[in-house]
């Protein structure tokens, strides 16, 4: 019940300000007397748990809590309730610091923006970067090296946290270390051991000064503008140490940042070139300048927009407006999430676009039918594809404002991250939901459970339990492909014990086990066995429905029906007597009671096994069994005759009913 872990740390004191001056707050520190009634320890105990929330009290003060909880005689009622309290309260405490990382993630990236679009010093903003990407990581160091175009190789420019001076003057070719890796596929790479890791080759003067440094795991995120790799974004620890996507992703972003910073460098010190040697170009440079500045304010509204919670449909239509064009947003199954995009764009083309765009690092462009552009910009998510983002207008983009387009990109990749740890934050709900339903711990549909769905869900007794067997996919990739068909307010699913549990109180289960079955065939190639169980009206007969329709996917197997769509109560007899038995026991008990009936079937092409089935069935009445068969009831006696030489001993009292089950299973088996 008690869900805190202990662990050996100073219980947080709190304060509270009242009237201008400071005093500890003694519910939070007043210990709960193991002497005082349930309802009296109860009302201290929940005053204490509200006021170490309140004041964001460290953990170890939660887990003093509940050790000073587990002294008092509670009741059973009394400390089910207590228990659930501390798991609320703690996933409270948990989505409080997750949501805290990532306004300090936003933060830091948002600030980023404005240093940029400020146009300060750049050794200013790629130092402030490199010291916000080891603060957000939580690194040892942080460093950034720089391309150097005349020399082919790469400089370490900006550092944070080194101490070796001889760090600072690492140069590193483009084809050795992480450094090399990085460059080569333009994709975050490290390496949690970099001294034994031989994914990459090694130099023996940078090896040397790694070593000096301390550093044992090191991660590269590429500086890359217009698929060109201007640098390498660093942070290491002297620790061995694995890196996050989440990490990865942030990295990434503030990487981005730091080659428009070096790019704004570059072109700005073209412009100021190019003032020096004509003063005939100075229009043109005006322009150019006026162009970096429209792309700079862009990019400060959109930076802006995130920093401050805008959602995705706000991004598009600030992107539309800006370019005076209709944009959207698609997913990565190229279904559109935000916005809009042009009829004439077909699935095929759009996806060949989305491909090429990741493939280059650029935005493609795509010629309309009306005599406009579509431009399609792939949205990145660290190393991952999250969709595209899809621009149309009826006159053609220039180079600054495909810059803001494909900036705008990178900005739609952070609110897709965004949703994403949101999404995954709801799911993390759901599917404590259905663990809890199919253990059959909690009431998830009472008013407490019901509050840690999503508002959008709406679910009550009785509910349908449907299990789709993961064999070759995984949970994620299921979900995936089904969250059209499941998102409905009347279901919820989550993986549970390696298959995929869906809930829900869809009137018409087997239809929509159905459309299930269709749509992961049509993703994958091939169906899944999916069993679906009766309506089940309260908690305590849930884990016993579930185990029914586990034991279903054993005999399924058994009888070489994976794929099928069945109901749990058409199986759950024979799922029952062969549970446990291992899979070839169904082939060796139908084999052994039927097994010289099936074979003459199979060489004659006759049907005796559908004729003892009905015989028996029918109660043993040739002629309702001949009139079932559509047969003379002569026939009949004669294939009774034909049985009794091939399969002698189906007529011993002592062998019927195992001969009866077996025909069953043989039916069953031929069932398409």
């Known amino acids: 019940?008690?869900?805190?872990?202990?662990?050996?740390?100073?219980?947080?004191?709190?304060?509270?300000?009242?009237?201008?001056?400071?005093?500890?707050?003694?519910?939070?520190?007043?210990?709960?007397?193991?002497?005082?009634?349930?309802?009296?320890?109860?009302?201290?105990?929940?005053?204490?748990?509200?006021?170490?929330?309140?004041?964001?009290?460290?953990?170890?003060?939660?887990?003093?809590?509940?050790?000073?909880?587990?002294?008092?005689?509670?009741?059973?009622?009394?400390?089910?309730?207590?228990?659930?309290?501390?798991?609320?309260?703690?996933?409270?405490?948990?989505?409080?610091?997750?949501?805290?990382?990532?306004?300090?993630?936003?933060?830091?990236?948002?600030?980023?923006?404005?240093?940029?679009?400020?146009?300060?010093?750049?050794?200013?903003?790629?130092?402030?970067?490199?010291?916000?990407?080891?603060?957000?990581?939580?690194?040892?160091?942080?460093?950034?090296?720089?391309?150097?175009?005349?020399?082919?190789?790469?400089?370490?420019?900006?550092?944070?946290?080194?101490?070796s001076q001889d760090f600072a003057r690492i140069r590193v070719p483009r084809n050795i270390g992480v450094c090399g890796s990085v460059a080569r596929t333009r994709r975050p790479f490290y390496s949690s051991n970099y001294p034994a890791d031989h994914k990459f080759d090694h130099d023996a003067g940078i090896d040397r000064a790694i070593h000096g440094e301390g550093i044992v795991s090191i991660l590269g995120i590429p500086l890359e503008l217009e698929a060109y790799v201007m640098g390498v974004l660093f942070v290491g620890d002297r620790y061995v140490r694995s890196y996050t996507p989440q990490e990865m992703a942030v990295l990434s972003s503030l990487g981005t940042f730091a080659a428009l910073a070096i790019e704004n460098a570059r072109l700005l010190e073209e412009a100021q070139r190019a003032l020096l040697l004509a003063r005939e170009a100075n229009a043109a440079l005006r322009t150019k300048a006026d162009d970096i500045e429209q792309a700079a304010v862009a990019h400060e509204q959109l930076t802006e927009l995130i920093a401050r919670g805008g959602s995705l449909d706000d991004l598009v239509n600030r992107v539309s407006n800006l370019l005076k064009g209709q944009a959207g947003v698609v997913d990565e199954s190229r279904h559109l999430i935000s916005g809009a995009f042009s009829d004439h764009l077909t699935d095929e083309a759009l996806a060949k676009a989305v491909r090429e765009s990741d493939r280059v690092g650029r935005s493609v462009s795509l010629p309309s039918t009306d005599g406009g552009v579509t431009v399609v910009t792939a949205v990145m998510g660290g190393s991952a594809r999250l969709g595209a983002l899809i621009f149309s207008r009826s006159r053609a983009l220039s180079a600054p404002e495909t810059r803001t387009l494909e900036r705008s990109a990178i900005v739609t990749g952070i609110v897709l991250l965004s949703l994403d740890r949101i999404s995954q934050i709801a799911h993390r709900n759901v599917a404590d939901t259905v663990s809890a339903l199919l253990r059959g711990t909690t009431d998830p549909f009472s008013p407490e459970g019901a509050r840690r769905l999503s508002p959008g869900i709406s679910l009550s007794w009785p509910v349908t339990v449907m299990l789709v067997e993961l064999v070759t996919i995984t949970s994620a990739q299921a979900s995936s492909a089904l969250r059209s068909i499941l998102a409905g307010r009347d279901t919820i699913f989550a993986e549970f014990n390696g298959d995929l549990a869906i809930v829900t109180n869809a009137p018409?289960?087997?239809?929509?086990?159905?459309?299930?079955?269709?749509?992961?065939?049509?993703?994958?190639?091939?169906?899944?066995?999916?069993?679906?169980?009766?309506?089940?009206?309260?908690?305590?007969?849930?884990?016993v429905e579930y185990e029914g329709l586990r034991r279903c996917f054993g005999l399924m197997r058994g009888l070489k029906q994976q794929g099928r769509v069945v109901f749990e109560k058409t199986l759950s007899v024979y799922a029952l007597l062969f549970h446990s038995k291992g899979e070839n026991a169904v082939d060796l008990f139908m084999r052994s009671s039927i097994g010289a009936l099936v074979e003459h079937d199979e060489k004659r092409k006759s049907q005796l096994a559908a004729t003892l089935l009905a015989y028996l069935d029918t109660g043993r009445s040739a002629q309702k069994a001949a009139e079932l068969l559509g047969i003379h009831v002569n026939t009949m006696r004669q294939r009774l005759d034909a049985i009794s030489l091939i399969n002698p001993d189906w007529a011993d009292p002592s062998r019927t009913l195992e001969v009866h089950i077996a025909l069953r299973l043989h039916i069953l088996g031929q069932a398409t």
């Open 508 to 543: 018409e289960p087997d239809a929509l086990a159905n459309r299930i079955s269709e749509k992961l065939e049509e993703a994958f190639g091939h169906r899944s066995s999916i069993v679906i169980s009766d309506p089940i009206t309260t908690l305590d007969k849930v884990p």
């Open 1 to 163: 019940m008690w869900q805190c872990e202990r662990r050996p740390a100073q219980q947080k004191k709190t304060s509270r300000e009242d009237g201008g001056s400071k005093m500890t707050n003694p519910i939070g520190t007043m210990p709960i007397d193991p002497q005082t009634s349930g309802s009296a320890a109860a009302v201290t105990y929940y005053r204490r748990l509200l006021d170490l929330l309140d004041s964001n009290a460290s953990l170890s003060s939660f887990e003093q809590l509940t050790t000073d909880a587990k002294d008092v005689a509670w009741s059973e009622e009394l400390a089910d309730t207590i228990g659930d309290a501390i798991a609320i309260t703690m996933r409270l405490r948990d989505n409080f610091e997750l949501k805290r990382k990532r306004e300090i993630e936003l933060s830091a990236l948002y600030e980023t923006a404005r240093d940029l679009s400020a146009l300060r010093d750049t050794d200013q903003i790629l130092q402030a970067i490199v010291q916000r990407a080891r603060q957000l990581v939580g690194s040892d160091i942080a460093y950034l090296s720089a391309a150097d175009e005349e020399h082919g190789d790469f400089f370490v420019r900006t550092t944070e946290g080194v101490i």
